[in-house]
């Protein structure tokens, strides 16, 4: 079983940064592939990034590749995403989410989600 615990939204004008984190329970945490997904408004939730147990394989979504960063600490049990560049079209609550093996676009693959923090970006 994993807890995931999301934070480090708010509200930011366009061209800003933000950084996200993710805080896990276990002691298993580089088990674990982590994505971020997000959800915008009468949208349905999409993927954003993932990046494997080891840190070595990440993937990210086209409309933020160049843009935002996902990264993670094992020594802490926690996955970051810096998001810099910040576009209003990027405004959604995000979720991190936990599975086990390879980081993976699919949502229904992830068995552990985060409560999930909103993140708005200005115009």
């Known amino acids: 079983q994993v807890q995931l615990v999301n934070s480090g939204g708010g509200l930011v004008q366009a061209g800003g940064s933000l950084r996200l984190s993710c805080a896990a329970s276990?002691?298993?945490?580089?088990?674990?592939?982590m994505g971020w997904f997000r959800q915008a408004p009468g949208k349905e939730r999409e993927f954003v990034s993932a990046i494997s147990g080891g840190g070595s394989v990440t993937q990210y979504a086209d409309s933020v590749k160049g843009r935002f960063t996902i990264s993670r600490d094992n020594a802490k049990n926690t996955v970051y995403l810096q998001m810099n560049s910040l576009k209003p079209e990027d405004t959604a609550v995000y979720y991190c989410?936990?599975?086990?093996?390879?980081?993976?676009?699919?949502?229904?693959?992830?068995?552990?989600w985060g409560q999930g923090t909103q993140v708005t970006v200005s115009s």
């Open positions: 989410a936990a599975k086990t093996g390879t980081p993976s676009y699919t949502q229904l693959r992830y068995a552990y």
């Open positions: 276990g002691r298993t945490f580089s088990m674990y592939a």
